[in-house]
């Protein structure tokens, strides 16, 4: 029964790695959530072709047990004791070979989906580095950079009064606030200008005015919080990078992730697995063994928990990516002048706009949490075993 029980196990085992590590990982690019229905699946698969042994198994021990209750003999009693022994045995054998076949697949997941998320934070740092510069932003957000406004400041210098006129410092003369009170207050204490003058030249940079002064705030706090942004998502490839060598550790695969990717060295990755698995199905035959089958497991399910784990953290980041691009796009749509002024709007502001909202989906879809509920998870962390 024992010999059965192994042939049983191997073969099992055998089919589900030569079926998953034939295929190379992410070949059809499922997402994650796919991934973990797929697991699901299977945990309930390797179930499933364990429950007919369990219980005959179960109806050999119930047989065994009532036969001692009525069995008089000593010798026949201790045969029976001896029996259901090696049955119990059997029945932690098989128990173990279920675990081992489970702590593969989830293991082999794992491994598919720490590379979607190695991908998704890759495509996150590419788009915060593409995100509009601090200089940039100062561009459009300060009315000292636009000819128009430029212009005006230069006739006003030139029709000063000699008296009471004076010039800013570099830093005053840059500065958004002081340049713009210093420019009016010249333009209407100007005894030279005429009216006319004086309204002609409000009128080329008023929507200038109006937008720079409005939305300055606004769009240096939307940088701001990118470049903070940006500074989470590089914590959290360097939690994904760390995560990688945790997880690869026990197969004794010691290249880094980015190298891993670089170079497409999943076939190598494979390999190393395939020789872990290899031991660890070679080993927990005898008593002596199963200690060191139990610790090559420990070491799967804690690389495993720890993807887990890391998993709440990607969601946690995006969550609050999502609610600070929703924010922007909300900031971004409150200029209320803007079809009035859409010839002096700056481009740069349109394509910022563009790129926020376009963000905001991005946010929902490519970078969007994995889903994954309360039970889903009991049976990604613990799989399913009727017979516990």
């Known amino acids: 029964m024992k010999r059965l029980i192994l042939h049983l196990a191997f073969t099992i085992s055998l089919a589900l790695c030569n079926t998953i590590l034939a295929n190379p990982i992410l070949e059809k690019k499922p997402t994650i959530e796919q991934h973990f229905e797929e697991l699901i699946i299977k945990i309930k698969s390797i179930n499933d072709s364990y429950r007919p042994h369990y219980s005959a198994l179960q109806e050999q021990l119930t047989q065994v047990s009532q036969r001692l209750k009525t069995e008089t003999s000593i010798e026949l009693q201790v045969a029976l004791l001896l029996k259901k022994d090696a049955l119990k045995e059997q029945w932690e054998l098989l128990a173990l070979n279920e675990e081992k076949d489970i702590s593969k697949i989830r293991y082999i997941k794992g491994l598919q989906i720490i590379k979607i998320l190695y991908e998704k934070t890759l495509s996150l740092d590419h788009h915060f580095s593409s995100v509009t510069t601090l200089s940039e932003i100062n561009k459009i957000s300060n009315p000292n950079y636009y000819p128009e406004f430029a212009s005006v400041k230069d006739h006003i210098n030139q029709k000063k009064e ?227």
């Open 162 to 388: 000699k008296k009471g006129g004076f010039d800013l410092s570099n830093i005053l003369g840059n500065n958004i606030y002081t340049s713009v009170i210093h420019s009016f207050v010249s333009l209407f204490n100007n005894t030279e200008s005429s009216k006319q003058e004086k309204e002609s030249s409000l009128k080329d940079v008023e929507c200038i005015l109006d937008f720079t002064l409005r939305m300055h705030n606004d769009l240096n706090t939307i940088y701001f919080e990118t470049v903070f942004l940006q500074k989470s998502n590089d914590n959290i490839m360097n939690e994904l990078q760390q995560l990688f060598v945790d997880y690869t550790k026990p197969i004794k695969y010691r290249t880094p992730l980015k190298e891993c990717r670089q170079n497409d060295d999943w076939d190598l990755v494979r390999e190393h697995l395939s020789d872990y698995l290899t031991k660890m199905e070679e080993s927990g035959i005898s008593e002596s063994e199963k200690h060191r089958t139990q610790k090559m497991l420990i070491n799967l399910e804690f690389s495993i928990d720890r993807l887990l784990q890391f998993i709440t953290q990607y969601n946690a980041f995006i969550d609050q990516g999502g609610k600070f691009y929703e924010k922007f796009e909300i900031m971004l749509d409150s200029y209320e002048n803007e079809s009035q002024c859409e010839s002096k709007i700056p481009v740069e502001y349109k394509n910022l706009k563009a790129g926020v909202t376009i963000a905001v989906e991005k946010f929902k879809t490519a970078y969007k949490p994995v889903e994954i509920n309360g039970s889903k998870m009991k049976e990604v962390l613990y799989g399913i075993n009727e017979y516990d």
